[in-house]
């Protein structure tokens, strides 16, 4: 069985962050077209190591997801935001991307937030169903908000309290 491990991103992850981003991208969850190079650094002034969790497989980084707030509004100071997560395709069906959510919000509560909020795309079935089975609820469905590779996509809100 392999071991799963979760632990703050360190700035070393950066390459191998970048890496997993440009191998999991689909128009099932970006919004933007792929990235060409050169390619940008993974981290940057919005994001950094301290917003990020790593899943690794027996020592392996296989997936990340980034923590922020949804506003710089001081109103809004007490709920995250899930705004980032990948697995690699070889450790899907591992329970990393669950183990990854345990995390994040395990993390959000540590910070102090009382809820946690996310946006995934309308024909993201498996990430809809697994945010569903952590807790998540639909909170508004923006129809139509994205055209992504020739179709019309919705933007879903979900959120849960902590």
Do not use: C
């Amino acid at each position: 069985m392999p071991v799963l491990h979760i632990r703050p991103a360190l700035f070393e992850d950066e390459d191998a962050l970048g890496r997993l981003d440009r191998a999991t991208w689909s128009y099932l969850h970006a919004v933007r077209p792929p990235e060409e190079p050169p390619y940008e650094p993974f981290f940057g002034d919005r994001y950094g190591p301290r917003d990020h969790l790593v899943a690794e497989v027996d020592g392996r980084l296989v997936g990340y997801v980034r923590l922020g707030f949804p506003t710089p509004l001081v109103s809004n100071a007490h709920v995250r935001q899930i705004q980032g997560l990948a697995v690699a395709e070889e450790a899907r069906g591992l329970g990393v991307g669950r183990a990854l959510i345990r995390a994040v919000i395990a993390e959000a509560r540590r910070q102090g937030a009382l809820r946690i909020s996310l946006r995934v795309l309308g024909h993201n079935t498996p990430a809809r169903k697994l945010y569903e089975s952590e807790g998540f609820v639909v909170e508004g469905i923006q129809p139509g908000e994205f055209y992504l590779d020739g179709k019309y996509v919705d933007d879903v809100l979900m959120g849960r309290s902590l």
